[in-house]
């Protein structure tokens, strides 16, 4: 088991930033990689960024790539994502993800088995 929360979110000015933090507890070391996820009143749970534990190398959505930045402190067991630049449209709950496998692809929901409670982002225009 793996256990994850999220902490760090809130409510931040358009252009503004914020810092989220997930730390990861229980049998971290079984974890692969982490993932940032984010979903909107009605909308689905779409990818924002992700990073392999090992390797440190990094994924990101179009929407967010030059903004959000990912980041680990493998001493922490903790991935941070750093949100800057923020925009009405970044506002969701961040849920935070690890994944026990060795997967080629990141993005899709379906492959993380442990989950957040998640962090509310609210941008003001």
């Known amino acids: 088991q793996v256990q994850l929360v999220e902490s760090g979110g809130g409510l931040v000015q358009a252009g503004g930033s914020l810092r989220l933090s997930c730390a990861a507890s229980?049998?971290?070391?079984?974890?692969?990689?982490m993932g940032w996820f984010r979903q909107a009143p009605g909308k689905e749970r779409e990818f924002v960024a992700a990073?392999?534990?090992?390797?440190?190398?990094?994924v990101y959505a179009n929407s967010v790539k030059g903004r959000f930045t990912i980041s680990i402190d493998n001493a922490k067991n903790t991935v941070y994502l750093q949100m800057n630049t923020l925009k009405p449209e970044d506002t969701a709950v961040y849920y935070c993800?690890?994944?026990?496998?060795?997967?080629?692809?990141?993005?899709?929901?379906?492959?993380?088995?442990?989950w957040g409670q998640g962090t509310q982002v609210t941008v003001s225009s």
């Open positions: 993800a690890a994944t026990l496998r060795n997967a080629l692809i990141l993005t899709t929901t379906t492959i993380y088995d442990y």
């Open positions: 229980g049998r971290t070391f079984s974890s692969n990689a």
């Open positions: 990073i392999r534990w090992r390797i440190s190398s990094t």
